[in-house]
């Protein structure tokens, strides 16, 4: 396994699994290659290909291998008081479609 530093990426291979305790609530993102993932307390293990993800849900051991090479990003999940924000502030700021009676298409 080697961090890549230029964007949170690590890169994984074949035999050197990374692996996490008490992990949920994460995000893996695979941005390169496929890589297979397992999760204690889940049922089946997940292969992932560059631009798939999957959500942790599990808080036990979760390991992520290169098959046979393989970049993964791991997200942390916001705390919920930003996940709250974010929702309000979307539906403040949600952009309504005009009507279709408005001014471009009265009749003159």
Known sequence: MRMLTSN????????SPL???DARGLRVQCTHGRVWVTV???AGDFFLVAGEGMRIE????VLIEGV???NVKIVAAAP????LAGRLLNRLYRRHPMDST???G???
């Open 68 to 70: 046979p090479h393989g």
């Open 58 to 61: 599990s808080k036990g051991l």
């Open 80 to 83: 919920w008081p930003v996940r």
């Open 40 to 42: 204690e307390g889940q």
């Open 8 to 15: 949170g990426t690590f890169q994984l291979d074949e035999w």
């Open 19 to 21: 692996a996490f305790r």
């Open 106 to 108: 009265a009749a003159v």
């Open 102 to 104: 408005g001014a471009a």
